[in-house]
């Protein structure tokens, strides 16, 4: 049963709006990425929330501040009511996101979307290379599908977002990327590296580059970054490093509780899409509403502002610009999620990055090798 608070609102309505709501509308996906940061146990998670219940969440998001929705997943498109829920949440004012592989998706569909108001379409790539994309896809169809689909999402008016996930197996085709991209005439490219939290934490290392494949990535990034400038070609480059290769952590999330705002397919509400693994009950949308979850919940206020910050971050003169990092990367690599983010240099357990650095030194195991994001393995790797 919903439980409504009667109380009125909280002090702590002083933190700020859930101004991003994430809507991982489910975690079916045709794909077995084997970095996919989906739960390692999404096999196990509950029954999706309906139709009725996501306008629920939208419409709450919604009087709640929000003012950007993505969706994703898993695969969103395969949910039938996706243009109904994309609809609605433009009706109510939202920014709205598809986050896709492109699989699935149709010209026909593209109309639908576009006709419900849908503001923007990013899709994703495994690879430049059509046997390596598919081959972590898992799909044979997949790549030739997603050139076609970029083409179809630009012809419809969109901006072409093309996200692709850089790690150990594809960073050496950085260039051949980069000109497909151009090819494609992108608008916006994401050359993100992997980052390490779900099936990509799992399969790490067999993901994570060395120092010197990410170095000559970002020159010759730069290098094209140049030459498209000085030709004012649109496309715009956007290189992502990984924490693993860095000395301070990044502000996760712009802090904990503070911005974003996820909901999961079985409607439980995170602070972030990684929080699922931490020892901590986080509220379920079917128990409670949104304004209760965030400004309520144990979860959501749980590493909220500076007081549950141990040393060294509670001393630290960059904590308010860096949150002490990651709360989910320190749960993983530390076992406590309050320690902080171990890719800071400050940390005491900054040896387990340097180590992980060290270890990408050697010999990476085969894509073949990767355990794919499939229901199988999910249930194997979560002991069921
Ligand atoms: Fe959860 Fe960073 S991914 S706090």
């Not at 690879?127 to 081959?135: G, K, L, Y």
């Not at 290189?239 to 079985?266: A, H, I, N, Q």
Request: aromatic fraction near 8%.
């Amino acid at each position: 049963m919903r439980q409504t608070p009667q109380q009125p609102p909280s002090p702590s309505e002083t933190v700020g709006l859930p101004l991003w709501l994430l809507a991982e509308l489910t975690y079916r996906c045709p794909l077995q990425c084997p970095y996919c940061s989906n739960p390692l146990d999404f096999a196990l998670q509950g029954a999706e929330l309906t139709t009725d219940e996501w306008l629920g969440v939208i419409t709450e998001g919604r009087q709640l501040g929000a003012a950007q929705i993505g969706f994703s997943g898993g695969e969103p498109l395969v949910r039938t009511d996706l243009p109904e829920l994309i609809g609605e949440a433009r009706r109510l004012g939202y920014y709205t996101n598809l986050i896709t592989s492109g699989i699935g998706l149709t010209e026909q569909k593209i109309a639908d979307f576009q006709r419900a108001g849908l503001d923007h379409i990013q899709i994703s790539f495994q690879s430049s290379d059509e046997q390596i994309n598919n081959m972590l896809a898992n799909s044979h169809k997949a790549f030739a599908q997603k050139l076609a689909m970029a083409r179809a999402v630009k012809a419809h008016g969109y901006p072409m977002v093309l996200n692709f996930v850089i790690h150990r197996h594809n960073i050496d085709h950085i260039e051949r990327i980069i000109e497909l991209c151009i090819a494609l005439d992108a608008d916006f490219v994401e050359l993100a590296t992997c980052q390490f939290y779900g099936w990509a934490y799992l399969n790490r290392a067999g993901l994570l580059p060395t120092r010197e494949q990410l170095a000559r990535a970002e020159r010759i990034t730069n290098e094209y970054r140049a030459r498209l400038a000085a030709e004012g070609h649109p496309c715009k480059l956007i290189f992502v490093m990984p924490d693993y290769y860095e000395e301070r952590p990044k502000p996760c999330m712009s802090g904990w509780g503070s911005l974003f705002l996820t909901v999961t397919p079985d409607g439980t509400a995170l602070p972030c899409h990684g929080a699922r693994q931490l020892p901590i009950t986080f509220p379920n949308v079917r128990d409670h509403d949104l304004r209760h979850i965030w400004y309520e919940s144990f979860g959501f206020n749980r590493y909220r502002g500076r007081d549950w910050m141990p040393e060294p971050c509670r001393s630290c003169s960059e904590k308010d610009e860096d949150f002490g990092g990651c709360r989910c990367q320190a749960f993983m690599l530390t076992g406590n999620a309050a320690n902080a983010d171990p890719v800071c240099g400050k940390s005491p357990h900054h040896g387990v990055i340097v180590n992980a650095r060290t270890e990408a030194l050697g010999l990476p195991p085969a894509v073949q090798q990767l355990v794919f994001r499939n229901e199988r393995n999910s249930r194997r790797v979560s002991g069921v």
